[in-house]
């Protein structure tokens, strides 16, 4: 009769653990629909950020002479990469399958093939800090539990900074490390240069069509508050993707886990019945054996 | 040409506001406000912060912007806004919390840095509070 009540304390705790997976994975929907929607809403505003970047660099590439400023440079004759700024954006918490470790092996990958020296490292999430500390790499900026309302701080922070480490000739180029959305379902980690960036000739050629724009006060002082609040934009697409991504991966993760816990329960009732019928079987044949001795 | 200009305001949350205007104002961050009318030169420049008008149908409206880019064609006006609101979206109650909240930190501040960023908290809640005090329509 043990092995009865041993299978039945295991269907409970099996049970437990599934109401606490589903939970999460709800828990996880609603998140990914929030993340969500902050990408659609942020689109509208980067993609005509990419259409005034791309006006002003024309313009600028167009016009022999306006002397292209620093800040022109990160778009037009970017500089040998030396020394980089890297933005490594994982989790701060597990359960999401392989979100984490798959955005880490990249990381490791970059780091093992890139000829640059990565002179600043921020870390998005608390896996993504682990990580470097076990690498034994000196993270310069650290973003903990950052709610989703927090972005636009942490952002403004690393693109200020960043633009002006570029300006100072302290880094070459930015790039971010995080995981790309295709779906709820599905995650890319991806590898991301922020800047120097490569504009398409397309865009361009369409551009050089209209009358050129004035740029006030004087083209380079337009590109210079323009770089920073463009990188801004970037940077919180990709931390938003990251996001929705980690909502994602945590759903279909638990709602995986939640399956397999069904199926658990269904083979312990499975055994479970069986142990009963044959424990009443026995019985029944003790009662009939014991009549007719 | 046409007698209407398509104002697009966005902010990295939202789209704020996006119609036919026949006029807009808007403050830049380094030569104070510019006026556009249909058939503008093309032009390009950072966006300071303060109230941004615009006139439909003959009535002037307001929207706050707080910082970001302006791009002016002959027949649009698009301002990448770090922050925008238009003054439905303005919480009266919660602006006039922020600039007592601002005015102790102003009083309280004791370096530059925190200095700075009162004041700056202080400029933003007035800017909202005048925007909610302009109704449509007013301010000619």
């Given at each position: 009769m043990a092995g009865l009540q041993d299978i039945r304390r295991r269907i409970r705790s099996v049970k437990n653990t599934q109401q606490v997976t589903k939970a999460m994975k709800m828990i996880s929907a609603v998140k990914l629909r929030k993340s969500q929607e902050r990408l659609v809403?942020?689109?509208p505003y980067a993609g005509k950020m990419m259409d005034v970047v791309h006006r002003v660099v024309g313009r600028i590439k167009g016009d022999s002479e306006i002397q292209p400023g620093p800040a022109a440079q990160a778009f037009l004759t970017p500089r040998e990469e030396k020394r980089i700024r890297v933005v490594l954006?994982?989790?701060d918490k597990g359960l999401c399958g392989g979100f984490n470790a798959n955005v880490l092996k990249a990381a490791s990958a970059f780091a093992a093939e890139t000829q640059a020296?990565?002179?600043?490292?921020?870390?998005?999430?608390?896996?993504a800090a682990e990580?470097?500390?076990?690498?034994?790499?000196s993270a310069t900026g650290e973003y903990l539990n950052t709610p989703l309302a927090g972005f636009q701080r942490v952002v403004t922070e690393i693109s200020e900074g960043a633009a002006a480490q570029y300006h100072a000739g302290e880094i070459d180029a930015l790039y971010v490390i995080y995981n790309y959305f295709n779906s709820p379902v599905a995650q890319t980690p991806t590898v991301f240069k922020v800047f120097p960036m490569e504009l398409d000739r397309r865009a361009e050629s369409r551009e050089a069509a209209e009358v050129p724009?004035?740029?006030?006060?004087?083209?380079?002082?337009?590109?210079?508050?323009?770089?920073?609040r463009f990188v801004e934009t970037e940077l919180l697409r990709n931390l938003l993707e990251s996001s929705a991504s980690e909502h994602g991966a945590r759903m279909a993760a638990m709602d995986k886990a939640s399956n397999n816990a069904g199926e658990m329960i269904a083979k312990l009732t499975l055994t479970m019945n069986k142990i009963r019928q044959a424990s009443i079987t026995n019985q029944i044949i003790e009662i009939v054996s014991g009549a007719n001795a | 040409m046409s007698q209407t200009i398509k104002l697009e305001v966005v902010t990295p949350e939202r789209p704020v506001f996006s119609a036919e205007v026949a006029e807009v104002q808007f403050p830049t961050a380094s030569r104070g406000y510019y006026g556009i009318l249909p058939g503008h030169t093309p032009l390009m420049t950072a966006v300071g912060d303060g109230l941004l008008y615009y006139v439909q149908d003959g009535q002037k409206h307001w929207l706050t912007v707080f910082g970001g880019f302006a791009e002016v064609g002959p027949?649009?006006?698009?301002?990448l806004a770090r922050e925008s609101e238009t003054v439905d979206m303005i919480d009266l109650e919660r602006v006039e919390a922020d600039r007592q909240h601002a005015l102790k930190l102003l009083k309280e501040a004791q370096t530059e840095h925190d200095l700075a960023s009162a004041q700056a908290a202080l400029d933003a809640s007035l800017i909202r509070l005048q925007a909610a005090g302009h109704p449509a329509g007013h301010g000619f």
């Open positions: 809403a942020l689109r954006v994982a989790s020296e990565i002179v600043h490292l921020d870390v998005v999430g608390k896996r990580w470097a500390r076990k690498r034994k790499l724009h004035l740029l006030e006060p004087d083209p380079n002082a337009v590109l210079e508050t323009l770089l920073p | 027949d649009r006006v698009t301002i």
